[in-house]
């Protein structure tokens, strides 16, 4: 069965530390990945989205990064964290339009 | 850009009451998407639909295509069926299979024992 893999579940970080969030999933191949924010009180915003190994697609302008190192291996970086980071942040992933997403359990990152 | 709208943004209701849910979207879309979020922030897809009407236990999800608009209704309503429920659609191209989703900003059921 096909399961996703997200860690650390939460995660405190002072502000000007790096970042690195890790999303693996199992039991397919070639997925969509997706990272999503749900900044305190908001809906979900799509950061990043790859649809293969090394392919980064960025939805807005921010102080993170994403890589796909492997093809079933999300990472979600920054080089120095602002406030303004903090958030819920989920990996996800589908194998074309036609079918759903699978979420992960999600990251709950505090920069103080 | 598709704008979704949920309402309401918070209900609360009593054990066994039936609940109803709505969804709205300002572009035509290929299908919708309800997602249910608990109170430690999971997510889980609970119906991907295109068209008419799916169910899955006590939960029912319709979809009004012409009219941009899916409810999802829940039946016997439970304290465990407290948590947020956000409607997703697709928006933008399709890129070798991916595409993006837009979210509602959910709606925050309460069901009192």
């Known amino acids: 069965s096909q399961t996703i893999h997200q860690w650390p579940a939460t995660l405190v970080q002072p502000v000007g530390s790096p970042l690195s969030l890790e999303c693996t999933v199992e039991?397919?191949?070639?997925?969509?990945l997706y990272w999503y924010r749900q900044a305190a009180g908001r809906g979900l915003q799509l950061l990043f989205y790859?649809?293969?190994?090394?392919?980064i697609s960025s939805e807005v302008p921010q102080n993170l990064s994403a890589s796909r190192p492997q093809d079933r291996q999300f990472i979600l970086s920054s080089k120095k964290l602002l406030l303004s980071d903090s958030g819920f942040y989920l990996c996800?992933?589908?194998?074309?339009?036609?079918?759903?997403?699978?979420f992960g359990s999600g990251t709950r990152l505090t920069v103080v | 850009k598709n704008e979704v709208e949920q309402s309401p943004q918070n209900l609360t209701a009593q054990e066994g009451e039936f609940i109803t849910i709505n969804c709205s979207y300002s572009?035509?879309?290929?299908?919708l998407h309800w997602l249910q979020q608990h109170p430690g922030g999971g997510i889980v897809s609970l119906f991907m639909l295109s068209s008419g009407k799916k169910k899955h236990g006590r939960l029912i999800a319709t979809i009004n295509i012409q009219e941009k608009h899916s409810s999802l209704h829940i039946t016997a309503s439970h304290p465990r069926d407290s948590a947020v429920y956000i409607c997703a659609v697709p928006e933008g191209p399709i890129i070798q299979g991916a595409q993006k989703l837009v979210f509602g900003q959910g709606t925050r059921l309460t069901i009192n024992p």
């Open positions: 572009v035509g879309i290929s299908a």
């Open positions: 039991g397919t191949s070639n997925p969509n």
């Open positions: 996800a992933w589908n194998t074309g339009t036609n079918y759903g997403y699978t």
């Open positions: 790859s649809v293969g190994i090394g392919q």
